[in-house]
């Protein structure tokens, strides 16, 4: 098994993953490539009013939000690297904290969706916020099935009869996790930040 794993680390021009993963991937990225090119003209055809919007975002939070989703990357990148070197154990240990992270990503956006509702801030008060709670509501989506992927992943690592398959769901769970954190961040600089 070790062996396999081996070859997999090693070969030229590997990808991490399964292959039919970054189909979905490449989706993911063109879908939402496309709304964001979509709220920028929107934004441009609404500058005032998008500027008035924009006060109510609470920076701190988006910040928190973008520091756990960047520490919770690093550590399921530190789960694969440990599967990598056989370390199932470690890597297991590793994707803990990852998880952690997110769940505590998930705990912000409920308070940061909690804060808009009881300043009687909704999808429907004006263009900013439909794109706000579409687009940040999308993304929740994407970090609660990376939870479940990567919690399944985590799960499977060390048995010892299909440590290979494992390590190719780990790097799959992984990838899209990665995905899931560099959406935000893009989420993160349009909502909060540009102004």
């Known amino acids: 098994m070790t062996e396999c794993l081996a070859a997999t680390r090693h070969e030229a021009g590997h ?16 879908l939402f490539g496309f709304m964001f ?5 929107d934004r441009a055809q609404n500058l005032t009013l998008f500027e008035a919007a924009r006060p109510a975002m609470n920076q701190a939070l988006g910040l928190a939000a973008t520091l756990l989703l960047l520490a919770s990357s690093w550590f399921i990148a530190s789960a694969v690297q440990a ?3 056989d ?3 470690i890597a297991r240990f590793c994707v803990l904290p990852g998880l952690l992270c997110a769940v505590a990503f998930c705990v912000l956006k409920y308070f940061d969706y ?7 801030i909704t999808p429907n008060t004006n263009l900013f916020f439909t794109y706000y709670f579409a687009l940040t509501g999308i993304h929740l989506v994407h970090v609660l099935a990376a939870i479940g992927v990567m919690s399944w992943a985590g799960l499977r690592l060390g048995r010892p009869a299909t440590r290979t398959a494992d390590f190719v769901l780990l790097e799959s769970a992984a990838s899209f996790w990665h995905l899931v954190d560099i959406l935000w961040i893009m989420l993160f600089a349009l909502l ?3 102004g």
């Open 83 to 85: 599967a990598r070197l």
């Open 37 to 41: 090119v979509v709220y920028a003209h």
């Open 114 to 120: 909690a804060e808009k509702f009881q300043a009687g």
């Open 15 to 30: 990808w991490p993953g399964e292959p039919a993963l970054w189909s979905l991937i490449c989706a993911d990225m063109a």
């Open 192 to 194: 909060y930040l540009i």
């Open 87 to 89: 370390r199932p154990r």
